[in-house]
C-alpha cells in the first residue's frame, strides 16, 4: 500500500507543477481594473444602485468572447479559401 501512495503522491506532485506552469502563463485578470480607477472608493455606494462592477465585468467577458469567436471566424475562412485553391 506505501507503494501505491508514492505513486499516488508522485503523479500529485507532478500535476501540481504542471498547472502552476500553466498558472503562471496566464495573463492577469482583466476583471481587476474597477480597483484601479479613481471611483473605486465610492464604486459600492454607486453599486447600490446601479451595479457597474457587475456590467463592467459582463461586458469584458463578452466582448471577449465575441472578438475570439470573430478570431476563429477569419482563421477557418483562410483554412477553407486555402483548402479550395
Do not use: E, H
Not at 8 to 23: E, H, P, Q, R, T
Not at 32 to 58: E, G, M, Q, R, W
Request: charged share 10%; aromatic share 16%.
Amino acid at each position: 500500500m506505501d507503494v501505491f501512495n508514492s505513486i499516488v503522491s508522485w503523479v500529485g506532485d507532478k500535476i501540481n507543477i504542471i498547472l502552476s506552469f500553466v498558472a503562471l502563463a496566464l495573463p492577469d485578470s482583466p476583471f481587476t481594473l474597477l480597483d484601479k480607477t479613481p471611483i473605486a472608493p465610492y464604486l459600492s455606494y454607486i453599486n447600490y444602485f446601479v451595479p457597474l462592477d457587475f456590467i463592467c465585468d459582463v461586458l469584458a467577458a463578452w466582448t471577449s468572447a465575441i472578438l475570439i469567436f470573430y478570431g476563429f471566424q477569419i482563421i477557418l475562412r483562410w483554412a477553407k479559401a486555402a483548402a479550395s485553391s
